[in-house]
C-alpha cells in the first residue's frame, strides 16, 4: 500500500483517498518572470513521478493532476517594467520556455493548468466570503487583509506558533494592518500598475489567495494531495489552509508533500542568492533525461546536492541502462508480479523512495547481460520488464542508439564522421594492419567516441 509522508502530521500515513475513483492532486507551480532553475526542475520531475505512479494505482482517468501558474505578483511587474514590456507578454514568453523545459524533461502536462489572472472571478468570491465571515478586514489603504488571530490552528502545518512569529515580526511604518501575521488578499492599485475591477476598488491579488481560489475551482473544496517546495510550507501554504478552511468551512488537504531544496556548496539553490543554474544552462551540457535521473537519485524529501560530478555519476549510470537495452526487443506486457517488480513497487509505495526504485532498475540490467548471449527470450523479457518500470519514473523512453550516440558536442565528430572512421578500421581489420585499426580506436577514443566490438560487429557510443 502507498505511504506518503505528510508534513501535516509529520508522519508516514497510508494514502487513503477521499474518492478511489476521483484522485485529486494540486501543486504550486511557477511564478513565470524568468527561466526555471533546477530547483524548479526537482518539483517539476518529482510530481510528475508522483502523477505517473498514482495512474498506475488508479488508472490515468481517475487521477487529477492541477500545477498552477502564477502569473501576476510583485516580481513580474518589477521584471516588465525593467524590460519595458507588459506583464502579458512578459509571462507569455516565460510559460512558453516554462513548458520547453517539462517537455524536455519527459514531464507529463498536468490535467489542469490554470493562471491567476484567469481566475480573478473565483479569488475576487473567495475574498469577498472571508469578509462575510470576518476572517478580513479591509484596511485604511484600501487593502484587504486576513485577520489571522481568527483562525484557531494557523501554524498547524509549518509547526510555528503565532505568538513566537508575533514575538519576532516586525510591522514596517506603512503597514496597515492590524496585525504583524495579518497578510494581505487584495492590493490597492497603484499607479502604472495592472489592476483588476472588484467591490472593494480596483486591485490585484495577493498571493497566496490565488492558489486557494484555483485549487478549490479546478478540485473542490476538500482534496488529496497538495505539493510544493519545501520553502512554500511557510507562509505560503500555512496561509492557503488557513484562508480555503476559513472560506469553506471543511478541510482543505488530507495529504502535505514538500520537496527538499536543491543545494551548491551547502546553500539553497535560489535566484534570491544568485547561485542558481537554469534548466536551460544544464541541459546544454548534459541530456535532460541525465538531469531528469539525477534528480531521481535523492529521496524527494532530502537535500539535493548538485555539482558536475553528480551529473556525471547520473549519465553514466543511464548509459548503463541503456547499454543493457542496446541491440535486445524488449516483450510487450510486463508481468508485474515478477519479485523485481514487486521490489521496485515497494520502493515507490515507501513515500517514493526513488533510489531504491533506481537500484532495482540496475538488478534488472546486469540479468539482461548475464543472459544476453544464452537465451534471448528471458533477455527480452526483462528488457520490458526494465522499459516498463523505467516508464514509470519517466526514464528509459529514447532508442538506447539515439541516447548512447547522443549529439555532437561543439567541434566533436558527427555520426556521419565516425561511421566513416568504423568502415576503415574494420577495412584495416580486414587486411590484418591492427596497428592502423589500433590507432583508428585510439584516435576516436580521444575525441570521445567508444568502440565495442561484438560478435554482431562494431558498435559505438559518445562518452
Not at 494531495?225 to 489552509?241: C, K, T, V
Not at 521496485?344 to 532495482?360: I, K, R
Amino acid at each position: 500500500m502507498l505511504k506518503i509522508y505528510n508534513t501535516l502530521t509529520r508522519r508516514l500515513e497510508p494514502f487513503r483517498p477521499l474518492d478511489p475513483e476521483n484522485v485529486r492532486m494540486y501543486v504550486c507551480g511557477m511564478t513565470v518572470y524568468d527561466m526555471c532553475h533546477i530547483g524548479h526542475a526537482r518539483v517539476l520531475v518529482v510530481f510528475d513521478v508522483v502523477f505517473r505512479y498514482l495512474r498506475h494505482l488508479y488508472g490515468p482517468e481517475h487521477v487529477t493532476y492541477v500545477r498552477n501558474i502564477t502569473d501576476i505578483d510583485d516580481k513580474i511587474i518589477q521584471r516588465a517594467n525593467e524590460r519595458h514590456l507588459d506583464i502579458d507578454t512578459l509571462t507569455a514568453r516565460y510559460i512558453e520556455e516554462m513548458h520547453r523545459d517539462a517537455e524536455a524533461l519527459n514531464v507529463l502536462p498536468p490535467t489542469f493548468e490554470p493562471r491567476a489572472t484567469r481566475h480573478m472571478a473565483d479569488i475576487i468570491e473567495m475574498i469577498q466570503t472571508l469578509l462575510d465571515k470576518g476572517y478580513a478586514y479591509q484596511a485604511d489603504n484600501g487593502d484587504i487583509y486576513y485577520d489571522v488571530s481568527r483562525f484557531e490552528h494557523y501554524g498547524r502545518l509549518s509547526g510555528k506558533k503565532p505568538e513566537d512569529l508575533r514575538a519576532g515580526a516586525r510591522v514596517a511604518v506603512d503597514e496597515a494592518k492590524a496585525d504583524p501575521l495579518d497578510f494581505v488578499l487584495w492590493k490597492a492599485a497603484k499607479p502604472g500598475e495592472p489592476s483588476w475591477d472588484s467591490p472593494w476598488g480596483p486591485g490585484r491579488p495577493g498571493w497566496h489567495i490565488e492558489c486557494s481560489a484555483m485549487s478549490t475551482h479546478c478540485l473542490g473544496h476538500h482534496f488529496d494531495i497538495h505539493g510544493g517546495g519545501l520553502d512554500l510550507q511557510f507562509p505560503h501554504h500555512e496561509n492557503e489552509i488557513a484562508q480555503s478552511e476559513a472560506a469553506t468551512g471543511e478541510p482543505f488537504v488530507n495529504v502535505w508533500m514538500h520537496v527538499g531544496f536543491v543545494r551548491v556548496d551547502e546553500e539553497k539553490m535560489s535566484k534570491s542568492l544568485g547561485n542558481f543554474f537554469t534548466i536551460r544552462e544544464v541541459t546544454a551540457r548534459y541530456p535532460p533525461e541525465v538531469l531528469r535521473y539525477f534528480i531521481l537519485t535523492s529521496q524527494y524529501r532530502s537535500p539535493l546536492n548538485y555539482s558536475d560530478v553528480q551529473l556525471d555519476n547520473a549519465k553514466g549510470a543511464l548509459t548503463t541502462l541503456y547499454t543493457a537495452l542496446r541491440g535486445i526487443e524488449p516483450a510487450g506486457g510486463a508481468n508485474l508480479d515478477d519479485p523485481l517488480a514487486r521490489k521496485f513497487l515497494a520502493a515507490l509505495d515507501d513515500d517514493f523512495n526513488t533510489p531504491e526504485a533506481l537500484a532495482v532498475l540496475f538488478e534488472l540490467a546486469h540479468g539482461i547481460n548475464r543472459v544476453r548471449d544464452s537465451d534471448a527470450q528471458e533477455a527480452s523479457r526483462l528488457g520490458g520488464l526494465l522499459t516498463r518500470l523505467g516508464g514509470l519514473l519517466g526514464l528509459l523512453y529514447q532508442d538506447p542508439e539515439a541516447f548512447l550516440r547522443g549529439g555532437p558536442s561543439a567541434g566533436g565528430l558527427s555520426d556521419e564522421e565516425i561511421e566513416a572512421q568504423i568502415a576503415k578500421r574494420n577495412e584495416a581489420r580486414k587486411n590484418r594492419d591492427f596497428a592502423e585499426s589500433d590507432r583508428i580506436r585510439d584516435a576516436l577514443r580521444e575525441q570521445g567516441v567508444i568502440l565495442e566490438d561484438g560478435p554482431e560487429g562494431t558498435t559505438w557510443r559518445r562518452e
